[in-house]
């Protein structure tokens, strides 16, 4: 049950990677919104830079945090361009770490409606129907999950 304090629309978290896959599922969400009343959350999750070996030595970790954070900023724009509903996205968020852990992390903290994902994105490993954030994001999602093919 929502706070009665809290926007009472339905939130639908929709993470994105700029994927042809995370495009489609911002459309679905932005057609399910308009049925349902509801807000669109777009989140990226960019890799934790910070942990790799002797990064320090080049880089600092507040240029690092700046670096990851324009990266995800430009990852939702450039998913964005083409799609529709921009009128009910009412955050982007960029996190950094693990996509699967953040994703449901994020859900939970909103008290989202259901989270809206592409069935695969650009990441390095494909399993054989869905991708791996997918098929994680089922696993530990506090809500239920739609996967846009």
């Not at 706070?3 to 994927?19: F, G, L, R, T």
């Not at 679905?28 to 790799?52: M, R």
């Not at 990441?123 to 997918?134: D, I, M, Q, R, T």
């Amino acid at each position: 049950m929502k706070d009665s304090s809290e926007n009472m629309a339905n939130k639908y978290i929709v993470p994105v990677d700029q994927s042809e896959h995370s495009k489609r599922a911002v459309n679905y969400a932005y057609s399910l919104c308009k049925k349902l009343d509801g807000e669109i959350i777009i989140v990226n999750v960019q890799p934790n830079y910070t942990f790799s070996p002797n990064v320090h030595r080049v880089i600092s970790k507040k240029d690092i945090e700046k670096y990851v954070e324009e990266l995800g900023k430009e990852v939702i724009e450039l998913t964005l361009k083409d799609s529709q509903g921009q009128e009910l996205i009412t955050e982007k968020i960029v996190l950094t770490g693990e996509p699967k852990i953040e994703i449901t992390k994020i859900a939970k903290e909103k008290g989202a409606e259901a989270i809206v994902m592409g069935s695969r994105g650009l990441g390095p490993v494909k399993s054989a129907v869905l991708g791996s954030v997918s098929v994680g994001v089922l696993q530990l999602a506090p809500c239920p999950v739609i996967i846009v093919p």
